[in-house]
């Protein structure tokens, strides 16, 4: 049983898919855009151009977002603004996705054509307030999907979020919690995710025995150091708490841990790899696709550099679909693991391929 853990749904993005409005829901793509590996062009002859467009160098918050862009969704999956009088576009999806949209009924199709049994779906504002969609998708498809749940991270400890978290556990029947350091720029960088404001989520979760798939980001100034400082931080949290199941999402980063094609990973950062209640999420395509080509023979360098490290029971394949897409098929997005990683003896890719994240979420099959 293939087991995708990341692939999403949702609504059209042209709307605010279930946000306060559309201009805040396209606040927080404009934000997921600054630093993107989708590719950026201007419209007019298709030149290369910056994300930097997106935004006022020196401040990585959302008060740094230009707002005299005109930033929309357009068409073709892209993202479009402009910039004194000239249209420029982010492909951030798929160039055959005329409207921006993923559902439930379509991404089966694409699980059916590349040979995935069951997709994880993350969840993250950047695609709306998503609990609801991805309890309907779980609801409607138990066989193909399991659904996460999110909350506003740097806001978790409100009466609102609180409220929402024992719904989407308790009603939703949601199996695991997305959670994203990124947004914590929408104020500001104004509270950090392990201070004990935030304690009353995190036990929530670890008595409800829910996973926490956790993207991580290097706030707040984006480099090798804010990394490092954040996990300081997630280390405190992982002791404070100690009975959290945590994959760590798109984990771990190249560009600050192997820059020349191999490994090398600080060694308290090692240590928390190494925790048994970790795993790692193999997903590279969706990254590195712009700049490598399939079948990524250097992802296939790195994933048996992390096998090697810490066993094939810590690693999980993921691919982020639809996104993916803006650089290679969905079945390019498994085949570069199960086909080309040949390294894998005998048992270890059925668990990388669907036996680990099932044991996470409970996933029954075959």
């Not at 560009?255 to 190494?274: E, K, N, T, V």
Request: glycine share 8%.
């Amino acid at each position: 049983m293939i087991v995708d853990s990341h692939a999403h749904v949702f609504e059209k993005w042209s709307g605010a898919c279930g946000l306060p409005s559309r201009e805040v829901h396209w606040r927080y793509i404009q934000k997921n855009l600054t630093r993107p590996a989708a590719k950026v062009f201007r419209h007019r002859d298709g030149a290369p151009a910056k994300a930097s467009l997106l935004y006022r160098e020196g401040d990585n918050s959302w008060a740094g977002l230009r707002d005299d862009i005109d930033f929309r969704v357009g068409p073709y999956g892209r993202v479009e603004f402009t910039v004194d009088g000239e249209d420029h576009y982010v492909q951030y999806m798929p160039a055959a996705m005329y409207e921006i949209e993923s559902t439930p009924e379509g991404l089966i199709t694409h699980m059916n054509a590349a040979g995935v049994d069951h997709c994880v779906l993350q969840a993250g504002f950047t695609y709306g307030y998503m609990n609801d969609y991805n309890a309907l998708a779980q609801r409607q498809f138990p066989d193909r999907f399991s659904g996460l749940f999110h909350v506003d991270e740097a806001r978790a400890d409100g009466e609102h979020w609180m409220s929402e978290t024992l719904r989407a556990i308790e009603k939703l029947e949601l199996r695991g919690l997305y959670y994203c350091l990124e947004q914590f720029s929408r104020y500001g960088f104004d509270a950090w995710f392990d201070e004990e404001r935030f304690d009353a989520l995190w036990s929530i979760v670890q008595d409800a025995d829910l996973p926490v798939f956790i993207e991580f980001a290097a706030i707040p100034e984006y480099d090798r150091p804010s990394y490092l400082g954040v996990f300081a931080r997630m280390e405190r949290l992982m002791d404070r708490f100690p009975g959290i199941r945590w994959l760590f999402v798109m984990s771990p980063p190249i560009q600050f841990f192997a820059s020349d094609g191999r490994w090398d990973i600080p060694s308290q950062i090692d240590a928390l790899y190494r925790r048994d209640n970790v795993l790692l999420e193999v997903c590279h395509p969706i990254s590195w696709g712009g700049i490598w080509d399939y079948p990524y023979p250097e992802a296939q360098t790195l994933i048996r550099g992390l096998r090697d490290r810490y066993g094939s029971t810590k690693l999980v394949w993921g691919s982020d679909m639809p996104n993916v897409e803006r650089f290679c098929t969905y079945k390019q997005s498994l085949d570069y693991v199960r086909r080309y990683c040949d390294f894998f003896k005998a048992g270890e890719m059925d668990k990388v391929l669907g036996g680990n994240v099932r044991s996470l979420l409970g996933i029954n099959g075959h």
